[in-house]
């Protein structure tokens, strides 16, 4: 009987394990499973999402950026429009022109500046430009002579010089303090680089640098000549007047008869 009872009980004991197969074990019901399986995309989700809004850059640095890419709208037009070319002549101080031209519908005012101050001027240093006004400026340097056997046309100048632009309100006089009062207005409008051609060698480049000179020296002179007087004024009915002769027969007149009652 006790052998009897234990084996029955090593067959329960076998049965029960037997009853529940051991792939059931580990094993959840289909809705447990579809519902942690739910739970953990969304939190993938909410967290992709996260990550998403950590690295998505805000509307801000995007327009900065977009606006860094864009090229620069130029206010000026510039003639030749990145290089000052120079006679080449050691020892001597040549002179180099360049054409500036506002192209904005509202007045602009510009600005030279240079690496080399000591050695170079510009004629007019600055200035205030109308819609649509144009000048010849001039630029002044003086060439060092070459030190080393390195040919003469082929030295390269670091010299470098910078035309600065700002929008101004109309007419108004020009002050170079403007750049400094407005320097977040300011823009660079280009750097020039120096570049020597061969007095000596008819080049494209140097026959319009020589008619450029003429047109600002032609200029320059229109501007100290005096304002011609086109005649006399003619007011009224045709009646000449002088004012500065009558004023002086009114003068000498008056002495006249200051100098009769003294007497």
Request: glycine share 4%; hydrophobic share 35%.
């Given at each position: 009987?006790a052998?009897?009872?234990?084996?029955?009980g090593y067959?329960?004991?076998?049965?029960?394990?037997?009853?529940m197969p051991?792939w059931?074990?580990?094993q959840?019901?289909?809705?447990s499973s579809?519902t942690?399986s739910?739970?953990?995309?969304?939190?993938q989700?909410?967290s992709?999402?996260s990550?998403?809004r950590?690295?998505r850059?805000?509307s801000?640095?995007?327009s900065?950026?977009?606006?860094?890419?864009l090229?620069t709208r130029r206010?000026?037009?510039?003639?030749?429009?990145?290089?000052?070319?120079?006679?080449?002549?050691?020892?001597k101080?040549?002179?180099?022109a360049?054409a500036?031209?506002n192209t904005?519908k509202?007045?602009?005012?510009?600005?030279?500046?240079t690496?080399?101050?000591?050695?170079?001027?510009?004629?007019p240093?600055?200035?205030?430009?109308a819609p649509?006004?144009?000048i010849i400026a001039t630029?002044?340097?003086f060439?060092?002579?070459p030190e080393?056997?390195?040919?003469?046309?082929?030295q390269?100048?670091k010299v470098k010089?910078k035309?600065?632009?700002?929008?101004?309100?109309?007419e108004m006089?020009?002050?170079p303090?403007?750049?400094?009062?407005?320097r977040?207005?300011?823009?660079v409008?280009?750097?020039?680089?120096?570049?020597?051609?061969?007095?000596e060698r008819?080049s494209?480049a140097?026959?319009?640098l020589?008619r450029?000179?003429?047109?600002?020296e032609a200029a320059l002179?229109?501007?100290k000549k005096p304002?011609e007087?086109?005649g006399?004024?003619?007011v009224g009915?045709?009646?000449v007047?002088?004012?500065?002769?009558e004023?002086?027969?009114?003068?000498?007149?008056?002495?006249?008869v200051?100098g009769v009652d003294?007497?």
């Amino acid at each position: 009987m006790a052998v009897d009872s234990e084996k029955s009980g090593y067959d329960g004991k076998v049965w029960s394990i037997c009853r529940m197969p051991f792939w059931q074990t580990n094993q959840t019901s289909p809705s447990s499973s579809s519902t942690s399986s739910m739970h953990n995309v969304h939190l993938q989700n909410q967290s992709f999402q996260s990550v998403d809004r950590s690295t998505r850059p805000s509307s801000s640095s995007v327009s900065s950026v977009a606006k860094s890419l864009l090229p620069t709208r130029r206010r000026l037009r510039l003639d030749p429009p990145n290089k000052l070319y120079f006679p080449y002549e050691p020892g001597k101080q040549v002179r180099s022109a360049i054409a500036i031209k506002n192209t904005c519908k509202s007045h602009v005012a510009f600005k030279f500046q240079t690496t080399a101050p000591k050695s170079c001027y510009m004629r007019p240093p600055g200035g205030l430009l109308a819609p649509g006004e144009s000048i010849i400026a001039t630029v002044f340097k003086f060439v060092e002579p070459p030190e080393n056997s390195e040919k003469p046309i082929d030295q390269k100048s670091k010299v470098k010089f910078k035309i600065m632009s700002l929008k101004v309100q109309g007419e108004m006089d020009y002050a170079p303090e403007l750049f400094d009062e407005q320097r977040d207005q300011v823009a660079v409008e280009q750097i020039l680089r120096v570049v020597f051609l061969d007095p000596e060698r008819s080049s494209p480049a140097m026959d319009k640098l020589k008619r450029q000179l003429a047109e600002a020296e032609a200029a320059l002179e229109a501007r100290k000549k005096p304002i011609e007087e086109t005649g006399p004024r003619i007011v009224g009915e045709g009646l000449v007047i002088d004012e500065w002769k009558e004023r002086r027969e009114r003068y000498l007149a008056r002495q006249q008869v200051e100098g009769v009652d003294s007497v």
